[in-house]
């Protein structure tokens, strides 16, 4: 199976573990692509909503599909998040291709790329930690219930519909917060003389040129895997905001799925052996 080349990729909140992660589907991509690094920038396993009864082989997958492109040369680099913040008492952890960290510069053809989740920017997050988690649950049930609904438009050929989007558009507050959110994260970059400022967090997947009057830098954000299903590809010095469709994978899933059942196995042979 033919991969494609990517020099680097950058997924962030898959939140793994939770009812609304679309883990089956960033199988099929992660499967479709040989990228020279991969940076997992937050929220990729959501221990906030962990549950010991739901961890699905899909969710596992993930998992061993990461460690297995690290054990054949990609770069990994786990930035960790407000979901996944029990691992920051690791961080600057390095094995062999596999690094932990709470942000990361990155030097791109002479450019510099300063990537971190962006939950520092969040008071909800930082200040009212309960609160957050709460919301974060509710989310988690709005996105399966939406499944569902989307399972029924399909079946009346009805295009699918996004409760969250839609919050979102018509909530002034979540749209200031957005606003505010990527001006905070342009103005820093700019202050630090970075050419690229790139975050996750708040699930709004975007590339866009900033500008202040210090100067400008491009802002991107890599979206999710819950509701946007994005990533962002950097190859021969340029930025691509890609998007799941399932159509480019539906022949292919079969084949993707035994190439991760036959690199499991030799993973687990692997670590038998030691």
């Known amino acids: 199976m033919k991969k494609r080349n990517v020099e680097l990729v950058i997924i962030s909140d898959v939140h793994l573990g939770t009812y609304g992660s679309h883990a089956k589907e960033l199988n099929n991509y992660l499967s479709s692509i040989k990228p020279k690094t991969l940076v997992l920038n937050g929220d990729i396993i959501d221990a906030w909503q962990f549950r010991k009864s739901y961890f699905p082989k899909n969710h596992l997958r993930v998992i061993q599909k990461i460690i297995g492109m690290a054990s054949k040369g990609t770069k990994v680099y786990y930035i960790t998040g407000n979901h996944d913040e029990i691992l920051r008492k690791f961080s600057d952890m390095n094995m062999g291709n596999f690094a932990l960290v709470d942000k990361l510069i990155l030097e791109l053809d002479g450019k510099k790329a300063w990537i971190f989740h962006g939950d520092v920017f969040d008071a909800s997050v930082q200040h009212s930690k309960w609160i957050a988690k709460l919301g974060g649950l509710g989310y988690d049930y709005l996105i ?3 499944r569902f609904i989307n399972w029924v438009l399909s079946k009346l050929g009805r295009e699918p519909y996004s409760f969250s989007k839609k ?5 002034k507050k979540a749209v200031k917060f957005i606003s505010d959110f990527e001006t905070t994260a342009t103005d ?4 630090k003389k970075y050419d690229y400022v790139i975050c996750g967090h708040i699930h709004e997947p975007k590339i866009i040129e900033k500008e202040n009057k210090y100067g400008s830098t491009l802002y991107l954000n890599s979206g999710d895997w819950i509701e946007n299903l994005t990533a ?6 340029r930025w691509k905001l890609y998007s799941y469709s399932e159509s480019n994978f539906t022949e292919e899933e079969n084949l993707f799925e035994m190439e991760d059942i036959l690199s499991n196995h030799l993973i687990n042979s692997i670590i038998k052996q030691k």
């Open 232 to 237: 962002l590809e950097y190859h021969k010095k």
């Open 167 to 171: 919050i979102k558009a018509s909530v």
């Open 144 to 146: 399966l219930l939406n």
């Open 188 to 191: 820093l970059a700019i202050e």
